[in-house]
């Protein structure tokens, strides 16, 4: 699987350590998002084809983040905590699944 990693810190190194050791590919790596390190991000999705993107940034930037993966086409597991429940579910309204639970969430 090719997977776009967004917010490298320890989750994110985490999570890319084992996603390399089970074989899949890492096409781009993303530190966070502000301000104008959302070209990166949208750069990234265009330019890797990922398969999905993993985000892991803070309660701030994931909205806009998802939202920013979303609109390029590519499904998201979300693991960044504290943001509203309900910006969830809006980012979610033209999706045909959804899974949601209150410290995780996978949108594709």
């Not at 074989?23 to 502000?34: D, L, R, Y």
């Not at 930037?61 to 693991?79: H, W, Y």
């Amino acid at each position: 699987m090719r997977v776009v990693l967004i917010g490298m810190g320890r989750m994110g190194q985490s999570i890319q350590r084992v996603l390399i050791e089970r074989g899949h590919e890492v096409v781009a790596t993303i530190q966070g998002s502000c301000g104008d390190s959302q070209m990166s991000l949208v750069d990234a999705l265009d330019q890797s084809c990922p398969d999905v993107a993993i985000e892991f940034t803070t309660a701030r930037s994931a909205p806009a983040n998802v939202e920013t993966i979303l609109s390029a086409g590519v499904g998201v597991v979300s693991g960044t905590t504290g943001w509203d429940t309900q910006m969830v579910l809006r980012l979610a309204e033209d999706l045909t699944r959804i899974f949601h639970e209150c410290e995780f969430v996978w949108l594709f």
